[in-house]
């Protein structure tokens, strides 16, 4: 009897990342255009440092208009804030950082883990229960892997584990390389954000190149992919 093939896998989303919120109201004007320009699965916010009071009123400000959008809100960091701000979840970076948090946000939120620059600290992460793995975003220096090695980790992951994983793309190009890679989600923000005005044609380019990756790696043989 022949195997069965394997079933294809869901095509990958967008996750956009916001620039470090200090005043929302810009970005709250913009939102509602910018989630409706691509199929964005989740919102990274990141906040300017402030007190916490002015930081849960940021997040409450903004988880309004992403949830109304269908989309999932995430804090990068900041844990302690996501109930009291009406997040679903939290971007945690590092081992340690997981370690303490992973247990109090799941499983009511959302818990994604990146700051993994080995394959045995992934592999720890999604052992844990994280939500997501996310690959390639930089490190405090502003140094990153090369693209090419952040597509060889996705795909490494895509194919041997359940938990799904996420690249995190400086350009349209790694977008539409990332998705080919494996990718489940792929991280946009900082190209978005360049030209002000433009951020919507930013992100209908991402998705553009997001379903050219998908759609490479539907016509790639396993060969080609590995």
């Given at each position: ?13 967008l996750y956009l990342a916001t620039p ?183 992100l209908a380019e991402a998705e553009a ?14 060969a080609s992919q590995g």
């Amino acid at each position: 009897m022949a195997a069965k093939p394997a079933p294809p896998r869901p095509a990958p989303r967008l996750y956009l990342a916001t620039p470090a919120l200090a005043d929302p109201a810009p970005l709250l004007a913009a939102l509602p255009r910018l989630l409706a320009a691509a199929d964005i699965a989740a919102v990274l916010l990141r906040l300017a440092p402030s007190d916490p009071r002015t930081l849960i009123s940021r997040v409450k400000a903004v988880a309004g208009v992403v949830q109304a959008a269908g989309a999932a809100l995430l804090l990068d960091g900041h844990a302690d804030l996501v109930a009291r701000g009406g997040a679903d979840g939290a971007h945690l970076t590092g081992l340690a950082d997981m370690k303490e948090w992973l247990p109090q946000l799941q499983p009511s939120r959302i818990a994604g883990v990146g700051g993994l620059p080995t394959r045995h600290e992934s592999m720890v992460a999604g052992e844990a229960g994280a939500d997501y793995v996310l690959f390639g975003e930089p490190a405090e220096d502003g140094t990153r892997p090369s693209p090419e090695a952040i597509a060889e980790r996705l795909n490494w992951w895509a194919e041997l584990f359940e938990p799904p994983c996420v690249g995190y793309a400086l350009s349209p190009d790694e977008v539409e390389e990332f998705a080919a890679a494996g990718a489940d989600f792929v991280l946009v923000g900082d190209f978005v954000w360049t030209e002000p005005g433009a951020e919507a044609a930013a992100l209908a380019e991402a998705e553009a190149a997001l379903k050219r990756g998908y759609a490479a790696a539907g016509t790639a043989t396993p060969a080609s992919q590995g």
